[in-house]
Structures are given as C-alpha cells and as structure tokens.
Antibody, heavy 115, light 107 residues
C-alpha cells in the first residue's frame, strides 16, 4: 500500500537548517511528484514546493532563497532542506504525493524552532 | 498568488444536518480545486479533486461542485465521525494555495 514516512528533527536552533527525509513505498518516485506543505496555527496550510517525477522542482517564491528539494529514486526518498529557520517557521511539515492534488500524506514532522 | 477565501470558519451542527462550505478563488482556477478533511491529530485526507470528483473510498455523502472562481463542498447528512477541519486547495497554478479551513463540530 502507499505510504510516506517522514524522519527529521523535532527541534531546530534559530538560524539553523531543517532537513527532513520522506521515504515512500507502494509507488515509484519516477511516476509521481511529491509536495511539501507545512501547517502552523497562525498561517494554516502553506504550500512550500514540489519535486516532480522527472526531477524538476517548483518552489513557493516566499521560500525560494532558502528551500531545496531533491530525491533519490533508487532509494525512494525525497529530501527537504530549509535554511535559516526562525521562530515563525515552527510548524508541522508534511510530504504528500501528487495525484489529482495531494492524495497521500506523510505523518507530519512537528518542528519547533527554539534555542 | 491565488487567494482561496473559505467560509465559514466554524460550523456547529447536529448529526443528520446538511453542511455547505464555500471557497472563492481570487481568479479563475478552472476546475482545479481539491477538498481535504483533517481530523484531530491526523494528516489531511483528500476527499474531492477536480472540484467534483470523489476520491477512492470517499463516502457519497461528500460532494463538490463549482468552476472558475466559486466552489462548494457539501456533506449531505453529517455524521459524528465527520468532526474535522475541511480545507479547499487550488491545484491550478503555483503556489498551490489553500483556504483557511472550516472547523466542523457536532452538537
């Protein structure tokens, strides 16, 4: 069955970077894109970026200077990295498969930015 | 960016009631709108895509409609298990923006 499992830290120091890995099963990354979305109480659901099946990426312009999404098809892994985190980046970060919008979601990674 | 204005923010209903949520896009998004359900402590779940297509396994009490800028999501007969927050999202152009959400509570 389709699954997306996220792994990453729960606590990040201000100005440091956040790295999350989304490991997928039940489908191939060569056939589906993967989105990244975050959810915070103050800003609701916010789309961050996507890596398409062919490897191209599309980022929310608000984050383009500090966001990177890449993948390893052979390992079925998608890599999310955001730099220079601040307190207002505290949120739950999700990866989600692209098919007719976002049809399967990871369990979420709760990230707190604090010293 | 396309702004998705979702109303109402909150609904308090009884089991068996009919519920309607609307989403208005700041510009035309064709039929590229999805609706999601997020239950407490869970990830969002896709219910409707392309404005009116029910995703696999979604009960038929959930329906969507609309085109262009105005979209509607309806639960025909609310059940206790429908307690959740519902979001619309436009899949038309990047950035793929979401509505602010509607919290549905059951009396």
């Amino acid at each position: 069955q389709v699954q997306l499992k996220q792994s990453g830290p729960g606590l990040v120091q201000p100005s440091q970077s956040l790295s999350i890995t989304c490991t997928v099963s039940g489908f191939s990354l060569t056939s589906y894109g993967v989105h990244w979305v975050r959810q915070s109480p103050g800003k609701g659901l916010e789309w961050l970026g996507v890596i398409w099946s062919g490897g191209s990426t599309d980022y929310n312009a608000a984050f383009i200077s500090r966001l990177s999404i890449s993948k390893d098809n052979s390992k079925s892994q998608v890599f999310f990295k955001m730099n220079s985190l601040q307190a207002n980046d505290t949120a739950i970060y999700y990866c989600a498969r692209n098919l007719h919008a976002m049809d399967y979601w990871g369990q979420g990674t709760s990230v707190t930015v604090s010293s | 960016s396309i702004v998705m204005t979702q109303t109402p923010k909150f609904l308090l209903v009884s089991a068996g009631d009919r519920v309607t949520i609307t989403c208005k896009a700041s510009q035309s998004v064709s039929n590229d709108v999805a609706w999601y359900q997020q239950k407490p402590g869970q990830s969002p779940k896709l219910l409707i895509y392309y404005a009116s297509n029910r995703y696999t396994g979604v009960p038929d009490r959930f329906t969507g409609s609309g085109y262009g800028t105005d979209f509607t999501f309806t639960i025909s007969t609310v059940q206790a298990e429908d307690l959740a927050v519902y979001f619309c999202q436009q899949d038309y152009s990047s950035p793929y923006t979401f509505g602010g959400g509607t919290k549905l509570e059951i009396k």
